[in-house]
């Protein structure tokens, strides 16, 4: 297949989106959380450089979707398992609130390539198109990581927890006095 550049670039720019959603699972201060997002780094670079790899001797269309839908698996299951670790390894409610609501995004741009893909390689050769598209992915990402909205929704759900675990525990604490009195 011809002009397999356009799909090593576009392998490229989906690295780069999957690797800036590892970096949203940053959770600074946390040892455990840093040591497994380098592992989840290590395993996105092995499975897109085996993709580049696989790029190199496309032969058709049907070749083309296949390595699309294996990043895509593999992706998916290597981000919804690190999401997954960092909700389980943080104490922050609010850390916890911000990684389970960006859960989509990478999703929605590899549904896009794998439309360019199905509707034919020309729309690969297009790159500016894909380009475009994951462009707009990434900035919907950015909206939502600086969405004061979003910021203000988290520290309300915080505060009401705090509220709600100083009324279970005061009420623990009647309790107990009640039962020494």
């Known amino acids: 297949m011809e002009n397999n550049e356009n799909v090593t670039e576009t392998i490229e720019e989906l690295e ?11 959770e600074e201060g ?12 290590e395993k996105i670079e092995t499975i897109y450089q085996e993709a580049k790899e696989e790029a190199k001797s496309l032969e058709s ?5 296949a390595i ?10 290597i981000l919804n398992a690190t999401r997954d670790k960092a909700v389980e390894l943080s104490d922050n409610e609010q850390f916890k609130s911000a990684v389970l609501s960006g859960k989509e ?12 893909v199905n509707k034919g390689v020309d729309k690969l050769k297009e790159n500016k198109d894909i380009k475009n598209v994951l462009d707009k992915v990434g900035d919907t990402i950015d909206d939502i990581r600086s ?34 009195d």
């Open 30 to 41: 946390n040892e455990k959380n840093e040591e497994m997002i380098e592992e989840t780094k």
């Open 68 to 77: 699309f839908d294996n990043l895509k698996e593999q992706s998916l299951n």
């Open 147 to 180: 969405s004061q909205t979003l910021k203000d929704t988290i520290d309300k759900a915080e505060q009401v927890t705090e509220k709600f675990n100083k009324f279970v525990f005061n009420g623990i604490k009647k309790v107990i006095k009640d039962k020494e």
């Open 105 to 116: 995004f990478l999703t929605s741009a590899f549904d896009t390539v794998m439309d360019a």
């Open 16 to 26: 780069e989106k999957t690797m800036s959603e590892v970096e949203n699972l940053i």
């Open 61 to 65: 269309q049907d070749d083309l979707k």
